[in-house]
């Protein structure tokens, strides 16, 4: 009886490997790609599942200044969660839009090549059903599109 040999299965196994791998980065990279659409819709997807940790790391460094994350979580947290008694809440973030500039406060930076979103949050709260609309726009930092809001009142 001849034996068959090993190496078409071996074969077939690195085949079946290499192409899990590229289904896996292709998967996982169409999810955090830099583009700025998708950075606003990580954003208010990570903040939907109250990952608030997660969605600060999307923000740009002068949002960073504005609150630490630890500030920010349990404000969140704090805010939302416990005094309005909100489990979940929907997000739908309506058309992207560019602008030419925004400035982020009286005193802060203006940037170029900004893309703009209005997003509306309903949540059903011990208060009722409450939208809040909130303007946050996408610019660019080391060459990675970040999560800025409007200060410039």
């Not at 290499?18 to 997807?45: A, H």
């Not at 500030?71 to 947290?77: A, C, D, F, R, S």
Request: a negative charge; one cysteine or more.
């Amino acid at each position: 009886m001849r034996r068959r040999s090993p190496i078409p299965l071996v074969f077939v196994g690195i085949g079946v490997i290499i192409m899990m791998m590229i289904f896996l980065f292709i998967s996982v990279g169409e999810r955090y790609s830099n583009n700025p659409e998708q950075v606003i819709e990580d954003f208010y997807d990570f903040e939907k599942e109250g990952d608030f940790g997660s969605s600060w790391e999307l923000f740009h460094s002068e949002m960073k200044k504005k609150f630490s994350k630890s500030t920010y979580i349990q404000t969140k947290n704090h805010v939302f969660m416990e005094h309005m008694d909100v489990d979940s809440f929907e997000v739908e973030v309506e058309e992207i839009s560019d602008q030419k500039e925004f400035k982020f406060s009286k005193d802060g930076p203006t940037f170029k090549n900004v893309k703009k979103g209005d997003v509306l949050m309903t949540y059903d709260s011990q208060f009722g059903k409450l939208t809040i609309n909130q303007t946050c726009y996408a610019v660019e930092e080391e060459g990675e599109w970040k999560i800025i809001w409007d200060y410039n009142f």
